[in-house]
């Protein structure tokens, strides 16, 4: 395999010490949740519903609060939001052991509302410091950071909730958060390229002018493709726990990650560029037999293969299209567009995925948001065409001014 591609990009100064606080900085990220929840359980002492409202409450001002975020940045610069978020986590996970449930409810919307963009961030920076034709392999490896993280993160929550306490659970994830909030503070990654900081202050944008149906087709498929991946999530519990391995659920879901990761970097090496749309409308194809395989472990992990080597490529490729499509004075509300895109994916995915295994079988939890995704890019496939008229045109002089840099 061609190693060229991840070498350029990693020499890029700035882009390997990004990387490095991106994948640690997503830890307690990944762990906010599952803290949420055996808090809610155990310490407040309500049920899976109860704990659930906390989650979606978080999950929606996060996905309210992504573009609101990005905009800011992108009229007042990186710190002061730093600044703003990462005093209101503080303020969060400090406080959240001690509120009741009536008052958890709406301090959770409020800190999603307010949390720290770190991928949006981060996907953006590397847009600034990263030339276009060497971006494909630094959002590869963004989403296989994104992997190593999910991989860490949940069970080190689930970890220090069962061995230690909730409360105190809360209290660290707190803390890992504010520390990424403070690393990313003092590595202070541009958020413009060279040329724009060049250009000085630019002229304000309308989203009319943006906002085109190309960016809004990869937004989509951004959603189909993280709305099939939480309900693959839910249905491998269903159907491992039809046939009474349930035990092997940690097992087949690292198998799937290892294969999303395999998948990214394979995708970061390619030298050709591959559609978002393509990638989507594969991982929901293989997303649709899965459920044939039965309950058997091993069987299931076998059949999770091909579409877990499709889901970080596909995240990297939306990425990298909302970095191209996306011009720099907007690109912080266009990657807390596409973050927010992501985020919606995932929590409709799992309440979906459950919904249809509830009326049917968990096999047609698998049939059933494959084939959503398979809609979604029928539905966008007509903006392909214009896009390929349209990206030469738009990106040859990004590409030529990075290249004189």
């Given amino acids: ?57 978080l999950t929606v001002g996060a996905a309210l609060g992504a573009p609101l975020l990005g905009r800011l940045i992108d009229r007042r610069g990186l710190t002061p939001v730093l600044v703003l978020t990462t005093a209101g986590e503080a303020l969060f996970w400090t406080s959240a052991p001690q509120l009741t449930y009536a008052l958890l409810l709406p301090a959770a919307f409020l800190a999603g509302l307010l949390a720290l963009p770190l991928s949006s961030v981060i996907r953006q920076c590397i847009a600034a410091l990263v030339p276009p034709d060497h971006r494909r392999p630094a959002y590869a490896l963004d989403s296989m950071s994104v992997e190593l993280s999910f991989m860490v993160g949940p069970a080190l929550g689930v970890a220090l909730a069962t061995a230690i306490a909730p409360r105190v659970t809360l209290w660290a994830v707190g803390g890992g958060i504010v520390a990424a909030g403070i690393a990313l503070m003092v590595l202070n990654p541009p958020v413009r390229t060279a040329e724009e900081e060049t250009a000085g202050p630019a002229r304000r944008i309308p989203r009319r002018e943006w906002l085109s149906p190309r960016l809004l087709a990869v937004l989509a498929v951004s959603t189909a493709c993280t709305l099939v991946l939480g309900g693959t999530d839910v249905a491998v519990v269903a159907a491992l726990r039809d046939d009474g391995e349930v035990g092997w659920t940690g097992a087949v879901l690292a198998l799937w990650a290892v294969a999303s990761l395999v998948g990214g970097f394979a995708y970061g090496a390619v030298s050709r560029p591959v559609s978002p749309l393509a990638l989507m409308a594969a991982l929901a194809l293989c997303t649709v037999p899965i459920g044939l395989a039965g309950g058997d472990w091993w069987l299931l992990g076998l059949a999770l293969l091909p579409a877990g080597l499709l889901c970080a490529p596909t995240l990297a490729a939306t990425a990298d299209a909302v970095s191209r499509l996306a011009p720099g004075p907007v690109r912080g509300e266009a990657m807390g567009l596409h973050a927010s895109a992501i985020t919606v994916g995932i929590a409709i995915g799992a309440p979906l995925a459950g919904a249809i295994i509830d009326r049917t079988t968990p096999a047609w939890g698998f049939a059933g948001i494959g084939l959503i995704g398979v809609l979604v890019a029928l539905v966008v496939l007509p903006a392909e065409p214009r896009h390929r008229r349209r990206v030469p045109d738009t990106a040859k002089p990004v590409e030529l001014t990075n290249a004189a840099r």
């Fill in 1 to 57: 395999m061609n190693l060229t591609p991840y070498r350029d990009a990693l020499a890029v100064p700035g882009i390997r010490s990004l990387l490095l606080v991106a994948v640690l900085a997503r830890i307690p990220h990944t762990a906010a949740g599952i803290a949420l929840t055996f808090y809610v359980l155990l310490d407040l002492d309500r049920g899976y519903g109860a704990a659930g409202l906390v989650g979606a409450a």
